[in-house]
């Protein structure tokens, strides 16, 4: 398998963690964002949408983080990032959504750029833009960790999940911008718990080959 991939991108991270979690040998490629070469010729005939991440497994070509670690689960099932009953994995896929959609979307590279570019949003406005959403978002989310009694070690009982792959990398970037994350400690347990861990520390930011100072 190879894996398009930049160091800072959450949702390529999210990825990263899935296939540490399930032992999977892949081969990274890094696509350089902020240098703009998800927008070559190059790589737009990799990824249609020219996005990261991106997986190929053979002849297929998977986008979208949520979608690439279904597959994967299905594909390589143990250990199991959606297990459980179909109300237990409708949980995860939701706590999941909830940062992938709720929170990542309204503060990924475009949005960020469009804002400074074209809106000519300076840089502590852009900053403030950021932190509203990150520190809204995650305060939902915090509120259902620490009342759901499935919550558990991690995001759904004692095991990792899918809902982990998604909060650590939030969590990264949640820190990179200074948010205020003091009001969550249930959030902040859990990430804690999942930094603990080889799959975790292995593929985070700084661990990546494309990493930067």
């Not at 991440?53 to 949520?66: E, F, N, T, V, Y």
């Not at 279904?70 to 994995?89: F, K, S």
């Not at 004692?158 to 009001?183: G, H, K, W």
Request: aromatic content about 8%; overall charge neutral.
């Amino acid at each position: 398998m190879e894996l398009y991939s930049y160091y800072r991108s959450s949702a390529s991270f999210r990825v990263r963690i899935a296939l540490a979690l399930k032992g999977l040998p892949y081969d990274y490629r890094s696509v350089h964002l902020v240098k703009n070469e998800q927008l070559g010729a190059g790589y737009a005939s990799v990824s249609a949408t020219q996005l990261v991440p991106q997986l190929m497994d053979g002849a297929a070509r998977i986008g979208q983080s949520l979608a690439i670690i279904e597959y994967l689960d299905e594909l390589h099932p143990e250990p199991p990032l959606l297990p459980g009953t179909a109300l237990d994995r409708a949980r995860i896929r939701s706590l999941a959504l909830d940062i992938a959609c709720e929170i990542h979307p309204l503060n990924n590279l475009r949005v960020l750029r469009y804002l400074m570019r074209d809106l000519k949003v300076g840089e502590e406005a852009k900053n403030a833009w950021y932190r509203h959403w990150v520190e809204l978002g995650l305060a939902a989310v915090e509120r259902r960790l620490a009342s759901e009694p499935k919550t558990g070690r991690f995001c759904h009982g004692d095991a990792t999940t899918l809902a982990d792959c998604v909060l650590v990398p939030q969590i990264f970037n949640a820190q990179r911008f200074d948010c205020q994350l003091d009001p969550m400690p249930t959030v902040m347990r859990i990430f804690e718990a999942c930094m603990a861990l080889p799959a975790f520390q292995s593929t985070q930011p700084s661990a990546c080959p494309d990493a930067e100072a």
